[in-house]
């Protein structure tokens, strides 16, 4: 079956960098597009970040445009989450998921498969 696992969560101090990985298997990674999301205990699951099958075209959350930087490698099955210039209203459980889409998927309802989540908390 689809599992994906996220590493690379932490504290970290705000200003500071941390950088997400995502690990597929069960799943011809090539053909699913690829988000970030976040979640805490006072929101929904928000979007993040998307990345095309080929990694060719890349959305962002307002929120963190200039500031946060998806890629993945598909030799590898893997996707990741470059986040550089961290604040503290950047902390939550982070997951990846996986989309059967051809375009960029920002809605969380489309994504078929999750990680598990990995916490990320930024002090200020």
């Known amino acids: 079956q689809v599992q994906l696992v996220e590493s690379g969560g932490g504290l970290v101090q705000a200003g500071g960098s941390l950088r997400l990985s995502c690990a597929a298997s069960?799943?011809?990674?090539?053909?699913?597009?690829m988000g970030w999301f976040r979640q805490t205990p006072e929101k929904e699951r928000e979007f993040v970040a998307a990345?095309?099958?080929?990694?060719?075209?890349?959305s962002y959350a307002d929120s963190v445009k200039g500031r946060f930087t998806i890629t993945r490698d598909n030799a590898k099955n893997t996707v990741a989450l470059q986040m550089n210039s961290l604040k503290p209203e950047d902390t939550a459980v982070y997951y990846c998921?996986?989309?059967?889409?051809?375009?960029?998927?920002?809605?969380?309802?489309?994504?078929?498969?999750w990680g598990q989540g990995t916490q990320v908390t930024v002090s200020s």
């Open positions: 998921g996986a989309v059967l889409s051809p375009v960029l998927v920002t809605r969380s309802e489309l994504y078929g498969a």
């Open positions: 990345i095309t099958r080929s990694g060719s075209s890349t």
């Open positions: 069960g799943l011809t990674f090539s053909n699913y597009g």
